[in-house]
């Protein structure tokens, strides 16, 4: 089992940055894909960007590209978002996930409020 705990989200002003951070126990998260996913209200969960365990590929959301940026560290057991260049329509709560690749997450996090004010 992996307990994954974000945070680091808040409100803040649009143009203004955020980092979130996910923090794994319970088990390594180095063989595991890690991704962020998000949900605004009154929408479905969409996958932000995701970062693989062989070689650290990136994927990145269309609306994202550019402006957040996915990395991992695995000796902390933890993997980040650096969210820059913030949107009213970056607004939602940001989850963090664990699993086999991209496509397949076992493993959620509890989620985290961005607010970004206009």
């Known amino acids: 089992q992996v307990q994954l705990v974000e945070s680091g989200g808040g409100l803040v002003q649009a143009g203004g940055s955020l980092r979130l951070s996910c923090a794994a126990s319970?088990?390594?998260?180095?063989?595991?894909?890690m991704g962020w996913f998000r949900q605004a209200p009154g929408k479905e969960r969409e996958s932000v960007s995701a970062?693989?365990?062989?070689?650290?590929?990136?994927y990145y959301a269309d609306s994202v590209k550019g402006r957040f940026t996915i990395s991992r560290e695995n000796a902390k057991n933890t993997v980040y978002l650096q969210m820059n260049s913030l949107k009213p329509e970056d607004t939602a709560v940001y989850y963090c996930?664990?699993?086999?690749?991209?496509?397949?997450?076992?493993?959620w996090g509890q989620g985290t409020q961005v607010t970004v004010s206009s």
């Open positions: 996930a664990a699993g086999d690749s991209r496509w397949k997450y076992d493993y």
């Open positions: 319970g088990r390594t998260i180095r063989t595991y894909a």
């Open positions: 970062i693989g365990w062989i070689g650290g590929s990136t």
